[in-house]
C-alpha cells in the first residue's frame, strides 16, 4: 500500500503541463481528465496512442506533450507499451543507457480500443505482468467517427448507429479485475481529487495498471460544452459510474453516494437519451436503468457490511 | 566457420542469435515455429544474450518488435503466411516508423483452402509496405542474408524494416551443409546497433509516428520512405561486398547462371529456381541454349540490373509461385514493366504460374515451358499464360471431387432416411 500525498484540493498541483491548443472538442471530458491525469505523472513518460480522439493531440509538427508519445494503430497500443517498455529495461540491463533515461510507459486510447479492438493485446500485458499504465478515456463510443455504437455505449443510448441501444455496457473494470493486475480504479475530472489520489497511487506501483476515466462528450452525448463538469458530477451523484479501485486484491468504492440523486437528472441533460422523455416518457426503460444503479449500490453497500 | 547440417528455419535462427539480438516478440506459426524454438532454447541456456516474448497475435508482435526497435535496440522476428496477414496493418505501419529490424518470413500459401505448404502469396502481399525483401534460394542463403538484412536495415540511407523470406518446407525443413560464421567474425561484420535518431530517452523526449493533416506532409513522409527503400540496392551492393572479402560468399540482387550466351532464360525466385538449375544442366547437355535469372531482391526491384542481364535474350520465361487474382503471376508482372520500351529487351515474355501451395516443379515442367519458349519465338508471338497442371493431376484430383460428391450425397440420404 502506498501512501498518498494529495489529500485535500488545495494541494492538487496547478503545474498544467499538458500544452494547450489541442484540436479537441470545446468540454471534452477525456482532455480535462487528462490534464489533471499528466500534472500527477509528470513528463517523464511516453504515450502509447490508438487510433481516437486523442490521436489528434499530436500532429505533426506539434504536441502537448512535454515528455515521449508513439502512435500505433488501434488494436495495438499495449503491444507497443510492450515493446518499448522491454526496450528501456535492455538498454538499461545492458547499461547502453543509464537508469536516469528510463521513463514510465503509459497507453492511452478511447472506449473502442480499451473494450473492444485492443483486447487481444490488452490481455497479453496482463499475462506478461508488462509494468505499465493504460489510461482510458471512456466517451461511450467510438467518438472520433462521429459517436457509432461501442463496446462501452450504455443502455439505451442513441448512437450514430442505434437509436435507443438495446445492449448493456460492457463491465471493463471487472475484466481487469478477474485477472488480478496491480491496479485498476474508475476515474472522472469532475472529481479531481479523487482522481489525483488515484493517479498517485498507480504512479507509485508497478505492474499492470488500469484507469478507466469517464469522458463527458458534447458532441458525442449531445449536451451544451458548459454542462461538461455538472453532467460529470451527475455521473457520481447518481450512482451511474462509481468512483472505485481495486488494490491488493480487493475492490474499494472511493465515493459511496448514499442519497443517489434519480438518474433521470443525469439522462434528461443529454440529447442521447432525449428519447426517454419526449414525445413522452417512457417509464419502462428509466425504472429498468435506475434499478440496475440501484442493484448495483445495493450490493456494494451490503457487501460492506 | 562450422560446417553443419542445419535446416533453412536453424538457418535463420543462427542468423538472429550471430547479428547479436536484444529481442525477439513472437508468435508461432507453421512453418515458421521452429526458429523461435530454436532462439528460445538459446536464450534460456544463455547462449543468446537477449529477451523473449510471446505476443497474443501477429498484429501484436510486429507492433512490439517495432516499437522496440525505435526505442533503439536490436530487433528480430518471424512469422509465416496468415500470421503475416493478420498482421498487415502493422507491417505498413512499423516501416512508416523507419524502425530498422528484421523479420524472417516463411513463405506458406494463403487461405482460402488452407494449407500448411509453400507459395510465395503470403510475402507478394507485402510488397508495397515499405520493408526491403531478400528471397533465399539455400538454407545458407538465409543464415548470411539475415546477418546482411541488418546491416541493410540499419544503414544510415535506409533505415527501414527487411524481411528475409525462404519457401516453406523446402527450405525452413530441409537440411543443407551451412557454414556458420565464427561469433566474432560476424559480431565484426554486423557491428553494433546505432539507433541513430529514433529513440526514446528521458533526456531528450520525442514524438514517433505522429498524424500528418493534409496531403502534402502525407506525401513528403512517403516519398522520403520510398527512397529510402530505393537506396537499398546501393547500399546491398556495398555490404554484399564487404561480406564477400570476409566470408567468401557472393551475394547479388539478381543471380545468374548460364545466362551470358543464353537465348532462352528461365526467371524465377526462391528455392524452386534451384530446380530450374537442375533443368538448365539437362537442357544444356541437349544443346539448348537456356539459362536462369535469379531474383534475390525484390523491394528495392533491381530495375536496371534486370534490364542489362536480359538485353539480347530471345524469350523469357517467367515462372511465378503466387497468382495475383484476376491479372496473373506477381514476378511477370513485374518483370515486363520494366522491360518495355527497351529495344533489345526480349520479345517474348512469358507467364508460367506454378508451385502453389506446395506443388512440385517437375524437370519434365521446365523442358516443356522450354519447348513454348523456342515456340513462341518461332511464331514471333507471345503465348497465353499458362497455370501449371498436369493431366495426371487432373484425373487424381477428379477422384478426390468423385469422393468428396459421394460424402455429400450419402450425408444426404442419411439426413433424410432419419429425417434430422
Known amino acids: 500500500m502506498t501512501e498518498a500525498i494529495i489529500k485535500r484540493m488545495i494541494e492538487l498541483p496547478s503545474t498544467h503541463l499538458l500544452g494547450t491548443g489541442t484540436p479537441m472538442c470545446a468540454g471534452c471530458g477525456g482532455l480535462s481528465a487528462l490534464h489533471e491525469i499528466y500534472d500527477v505523472l509528470g513528463t517523464n513518460n511516453v504515450f502509447v496512442n490508438a487510433a481516437g480522439c486523442m490521436t489528434l493531440l499530436s500532429v505533426y509538427p506539434f504536441t502537448p506533450f512535454r515528455g515521449s508519445w508513439l502512435y500505433t494503430a488501434m488494436a495495438s497500443a499495449p503491444a507497443g507499451a510492450q515493446g518499448i517498455r522491454d526496450a528501456l529495461d535492455i538498454l538499461i540491463e545492458k547499461k547502453r543507457i543509464a537508469p536516469e533515461e528510463d521513463m514510465d510507459v503509459v497507453v492511452l486510447t478511447g472506449d473502442g480500443a480499451a473494450y473492444g479492438m485492443g483486447l487481444s493485446s490488452t490481455s497479453n500485458t496482463i499475462d506478461q505482468n508488462l509494468n505499465y499504465i493504460y489510461i482510458c478515456y471512456d466517451n461511450e463510443g467510438y467518438g472520433n467517427t462521429g459517436q457509432q455504437t461501442s463496446p462501452a455505449t450504455p443502455h439505451a443510448a442513441t448512437t450514430s448507429t442505434s437509436k435507443d441501444y438495446p445492449g448493456y455496457k460492457k463491465d471493463l473494470f471487472s475484466i481487469w479485475v478477474a485477472n488480478k493486475p496491480t491496479y485498476v480504479a474508475t476515474v472522472i475530472g469532475a472529481e479531481p481529487l479523487d482522481l489525483a489520489k488515484k493517479i498517485e497511487k498507480a504512479k507509485q506501483l508497478k505492474g499492470p495498471r488500469m484507469i478507466i476515466a469517464l469522458a463527458m462528450c458534447p458532441a458525442g452525448w449531445d449536451f451544451d460544452p458548459k454542462h461538461s463538469i455538472e453532467i460529470g458530477k451527475l455521473a457520481i451523484k447518481t450512482g451511474v459510474f462509481p468512483l472505485k479501485e481495486y488494490i491488493d486484491g480487493k475492490v474499494v468504492h472511493t465515493r459511496i453516494p448514499r442519497h443517489r440523486t434519480p438518474v433521470e437528472e443525469y439522462l434528461k441533460l443529454q440529447g442521447r437519451f432525449r428519447h426517454l422523455f419526449e414525445p413522452e416518457r417512457d417509464e419502462e426503460q428509466l425504472a429498468e436503468i435506475q434499478a440496475r444503479i440501484d442493484t448495483y449500490w445495493e450490493k456494494v453497500l451490503s457487501d460492506q457490511e | ?420
Open chain 2, 1 to 420: 566457420m562450422t560446417r553443419q547440417l542445419i535446416t533453412g528455419n536453424g538457418a535463420a535462427a543462427w542468423g538472429a542469435r550471430l547479428a547479436n539480438v536484444d529481442y525477439v516478440p513472437a508468435f508461432p506459426i507453421t512453418p515458421q515455429t521452429e526458429i523461435i524454438e530454436t532462439i528460445s532454447r538459446w536464450v534460456d541456456s544463455d547462449q543468446m544474450n537477449a529477451r523473449m516474448v510471446t505476443l497474443e497475435s501477429e498484429h501484436s508482435m510486429i507492433t512490439a518488435a517495432g516499437a522496440a526497435a525505435t526505442t533503439g535496440i536490436r530487433v528480430f522476428t518471424a512469422t509465416s503466411s496468415q500470421g503475416l496477414l493478420y498482421g498487415m496493418e502493422m507491417i505498413y505501419t512499423v516501416a512508416g516508423w523507419r524502425a530498422p529490424f528484421v523479420m524472417v518470413n516463411v513463405s506458406r500459401g494463403l487461405a482460402a483452402p488452407i494449407t500448411l505448404e509453400s507459395d510465395h502469396n503470403d510475402i507478394m502481399a507485402a510488397r508495397d509496405c515499405g520493408f526491403l525483401q531478400i528471397h533465399c534460394m539455400t538454407c545458407q542463403d538465409v543464415l548470411d542474408n539475415v546477418l546482411i538484412a541488418y546491416r541493410l536495415a540499419e544503414h544510415h540511407d535506409v533505415r527501414l524494416p527487411v524481411f528475409v523470406n525462404l519457401d516453406g518446407f523446402y527450405l525452413s525443413f530441409t537440411r543443407e551443409p551451412v557454414s556458420i560464421p565464427d561469433s566474432k567474425e560476424a559480431f565484426a561484420y554486423v557491428g553494433d546497433y546505432d539507433p541513430e535518431n529514433i529513440r526514446f530517452r528521458a533526456s531528450s523526449p520525442e514524438s514517433q509516428a505522429v498524424a500528418v493533416l493534409g496531403g502534402s506532409p502525407y506525401s513528403y513522409f512517403r516519398y522520403e520512405t520510398h527512397l529510402a527503400n530505393m537506396n537499398g540496392l546501393r547500399v546491398y551492393d556495398e555490404i554484399t561486398t564487404e561480406f564477400a572479402e570476409r566470408f567468401g560468399r557472393n551475394y547479388a540482387p539478381v543471380e545468374t547462371y548460364h545466362c551470358d550466351d543464353a537465348d532462352y532464360v528461365f526467371f524465377m525466385t526462391g528455392s524452386f529456381s534451384t530446380k530450374a538449375k537442375e533443368a538448365v544442366d539437362r537442357l544444356r547437355d541437349a544443346d539448348w541454349q537456356i539459362g536462369l535469372v535469379q531474383l534475390r531482391m525484390m523491394r528495392p526491384y533491381p530495375e536496371q540490373m534486370l534490364k542489362t542481364t536480359l538485353a539480347g535474350k530471345k524469350a523469357v520465361a517467367v515462372i511465378d509461385q503466387n497468382i495475383s487474382m484476376g491479372k496473373g503471376g506477381v514476378l511477370h508482372q513485374e518483370l515486363t514493366s520494366v522491360l518495355y520500351g527497351d529495344h533489345d529487351a526480349p520479345a517474348i515474355v512469358a507467364s508460367f504460374i506454378g508451385g502453389l501451395g506446395g506443388r512440385d516443379i517437375s524437370s519434365e515442367e521446365f523442358y516443356q515451358i522450354a519447348k513454348v519458349l523456342k515456340q513462341a519465338v518461332s511464331d514471333n508471338k507471345t503465348p497465353a499464360p499458362r497455370l501449371l497442371y498436369t493431366e495426371t493431376e487432373m484425373r487424381e484430383f477428379k477422384k478426390l471431387q468423385a469422393i468428396a460428391h459421394v460424402e455429400r450425397d450419402d450425408l444426404g440420404s442419411h439426413k433424410k432416411r432419419t429425417g434430422a
